[in-house]
């Protein structure tokens, strides 16, 4: 199955911005539908973004949109979450996962964490 390794992530000053990167170990593009989700301690995974396995739909969950961007690299196998104007509000552990499905990105993230399959092991970020 496919493994999942997050980088990018580290400390940074409200208003600063972040580039988080997830690498697959196999091709992801037209197979996975790729997904960043953020936790805190004692909380529930949160969906940030997610999207298709062609890249040609997003999802944005609601405290996102507008500074948040997700793309996807398929020569690369990885997948990006661009982060702007951050907000100590976005202070959390991100991950990256994979879902297989064809399903639109909005669908899918409509489903929840649970129907992602796969998981990186997460890359923490602080915004003071």
């Known amino acids: 199955h496919v493994q999942l390794v997050e980088s990018g992530g580290g400390s940074v000053q409200a208003e600063g911005a972040l580039r988080l990167s997830c690498v697959a170990s196999?091709?992801?593009?037209?197979?996975?539908?790729m997904g960043w989700f953020r936790q805190l301690p004692g909380k529930e995974r949160e969906v940030v973004a997610v999207i298709s396995g062609d890249g040609d739909n997003t999802y944005y969950g609601d405290s996102v949109k507008d500074r948040f961007i997700i793309s996807l690299d398929g020569a690369k196998n990885t997948v990006y979450l661009q982060m702007n104007s951050l907000k100590p509000e976005d202070t959390a552990t991100y991950y990256c996962?994979?879902?297989?499905?064809?399903?639109?990105?909005?669908?899918?993230?409509?489903?929840?964490?649970?129907?992602?399959?796969?998981w990186g092991p997460g890359t923490q970020v602080t915004v003071s």
């Open positions: 196999e091709g992801i593009m037209d197979t996975y539908c």
């Open positions: 996962a994979a879902a297989i499905s064809d399903l639109p990105a909005d669908v899918v993230a409509t489903l929840g964490h649970w129907s992602f399959s796969y």
